[in-house]
């Protein structure tokens, strides 16, 4: 596959795997659909199926009563690797709306939606000085909402990393005043103006360089049935899965997993899955939290 993509121009291997998309995803493609997603020709978009079938030909066949290629019965992805994630993830940006429609190679969308998540106000002129000084290894002085203060107030911070909690976005810096390393939420940033050059990398921040690896598996009280339907629900194999995350991002990957609090407090099919090496996670430091 790999070897194949390599050896063609960038545009003709997108094409060639938006057909493959669609034969997986749709199960059939016709000239139209390129001529529609990519602004070809009528005589390119017949080269880019006649070229397809050379190099993958038993992956489609044409239908002469639907006047379409359909998925054929030996079909073995050739230059894009099927990823449920990706597809999922489209639906999720079509539904919160980060996607237009026109973005996405899914044809015939499903009905879908998802539960809300909360717009942040991120202003975008804000992040781009902090993806400035992320770039130019800058400090910035930023006027911040901190939730233990009444009232907004300046401070020198040198982000090096954007962070996402699962809900909230975020830039891992290091703060002059209290000179340790924090997160700030990007939308309590309410302005900046000073610039200067930061000698602070990301390098000194110990708990974004070092990885933490949870071990979860089934709630152990759970009936055998259950429990297997929950291996598969999270990838386990041997009845475990193992989530590596950055020691930065640990309180918010155990709070978004339930994992934050003692397993006994809940139910076990509302709590579903445990930490395995528990003691070992919650005796190390647990740093990532916001202010």
């Not at 529609?36 to 992956?59: C, H, K, M, T, W």
């Not at 990823?83 to 079509?94: E, F, G, K, V």
């Amino acid at each position: 596959m790999d070897s194949d993509k390599s050896e063609l121009r960038w545009g003709v291997a997108q094409r060639l795997e938006f057909i493959e998309f669609r034969l997986f995803w749709e199960g059939h493609v016709n000239r139209s659909d390129l001529m529609e997603q990519f602004g070809l020709s009528v005589n390119q978009a017949s080269a880019d199926l006649n070229r397809y079938i050379g190099l993958a030909p038993d992956n489609m066949v044409y239908d002469k009563s639907a006047r379409t290629y359909v998925r054929g019965p030996e079909y073995a992805a050739h230059f894009l690797k099927p990823d449920a994630n990706r597809y999922l993830t489209q639906l999720r940006s079509l539904a919160d709306g980060n996607m237009d429609r026109d973005d996405t190679w899914i044809a015939e969308l499903p009905s879908y939606d998802a539960a809300p998540t909360p717009a942040r106000g991120i202003n975008p002129v804000i992040l781009r000085s902090v993806v400035g000084a992320i770039r130019r290894s800058e400090a910035i002085e930023v006027k911040y909402q901190s939730l233990s203060r009444p009232e907004p107030s300046w401070r020198w911070i040198a982000p090096h990393a954007i962070g996402f909690d699962g809900f909230r976005w975020h830039t891992r810096a290091f703060c002059q005043a209290d000179e340790v390393f924090k997160d700030f939420l990007l939308s309590r940033i309410l302005d900046t103006r000073g610039v200067e050059t930061s000698v602070v990398t990301d390098a000194a921040d110990a708990d974004w360089q070092e990885d933490v690896t949870l071990e979860i598996g089934p709630h152990p009280e759970l009936s055998e049935s259950q429990k297997s339907v929950i291996a598969l629900d999270y990838g386990m194999r041997g009845g475990k899965a193992r989530i590596k995350v950055r020691r930065a991002l640990l309180y918010y990957a155990l709070k978004r997993l339930g994992l934050d609090t003692d397993p006994s407090a809940r139910k076990p099919h509302e709590q579903q899955i445990v930490l395995i090496n528990r003691d070992i996670v919650f005796g190390e430091h647990n740093a990532g939290q916001v202010f």
